[in-house]
């Protein structure tokens, strides 16, 4: 199995709701990736995690809250967000951080935030 | 920090063309530089990668150059297809306690059959 999964595909909520966005892998991989992609922008890091301890934070704001309870899985937590935070969110995984690896990325969920 | 700077954002060619996209990055350390595919509704995908260490790297249709002095890096597709048209992105990786990786700001390349 060769796939990054993401639930949900689409979310939209509003500025006092609280949602989590998941991501799934299978490979193995010890590495795993949020991402940040506004409309035809490239993908801008947020988050890295490494043998499930965060090791980069992109000086996101506290409204992201990342958790990676084990080696596959990795959420993202929303709360209070505003609309300018309407976008796609990307998570990749690689084998791991120290080395160069490609990443590979799922295909993301379309966040709306009205 | 590191900035990578990717040129043209647009790119029309005619089907069986060639198509080349440049990048240049900012800071000498980075030492691995991958190009992903990102078409419409999906994740970035890699295509092909090039390490420091190398000049140049071939994968069929596609091949990456890698002057290190002049820190540029390019992306050649040869005999291009309608299905090779997307969004493709350049990028940068850098060790700065853990490995970040910088994209370009991305070609969007269209193939006219």
């Known amino acids: 199995d060769t796939e990054v999964t993401q639930t949900p595909k689409h979310l939209v909520m509003g500025m006092t709701n609280k949602k989590s966005l998941k991501c799934e892998q299978h490979?193995?991989?010890?590495?795993m990736y949020w991402y940040k992609q506004k409309a035809k922008k490239p993908p801008e890091l947020m988050f890295v995690?490494?043998?499930?301890?965060?090791?980069i934070n992109e000086s996101v704001p506290s409204r992201f809250s990342p958790e990676c309870p084990n080696s596959s899985l990795l959420n993202l937590h929303l709360h209070a967000l505003q609309p300018e935070d309407s976008a796609l969110y990307l998570c990749?995984?690689?084998?791991?951080?120290?080395?160069?690896?490609?990443?590979?990325f799922g295909p993301g969920t379309r966040l709306t935030v009205l | 920090g590191e900035n990578v700077e990717q040129h043209p954002s647009t790119l029309s060619v005619q089907e069986g063309d060639s198509a080349v996209i440049k990048c240049t990055y900012s800071?000498?350390?980075?030492?691995?530089f991958p190009w992903y595919k990102q078409e419409l509704g999906k994740g970035p995908q890699l295509i092909i990668d090039?390490?420091?260490?190398?000049g140049e790297k071939k994968d069929q249709r596609i091949a990456v150059t890698l002057n290190k002095t002049a820190k540029h890096f390019s992306l050649h597709i040869t005999e291009t297809q309608p299905e090779d048209s997307a969004v493709y992105f350049c990028?940068?990786?850098?060790?700065?306690?853990?490995?970040?990786?910088?994209f370009g700001a991305g070609t969007r390349l269209f193939v006219k059959a």
């Open positions: 990749a995984s690689s084998p791991t951080e120290t080395l160069q690896n490609e990443q590979f």
């Open positions: 990028a940068a990786s850098i060790a700065t306690g853990g490995f970040k990786t910088i």
């Open positions: 995690y490494s043998y499930e301890k965060l090791s």
């Open positions: 800071d000498s350390a980075s030492n691995y």
């Open positions: 490979m193995g991989h010890r590495a």
């Open positions: 090039i390490r420091s260490n190398v």
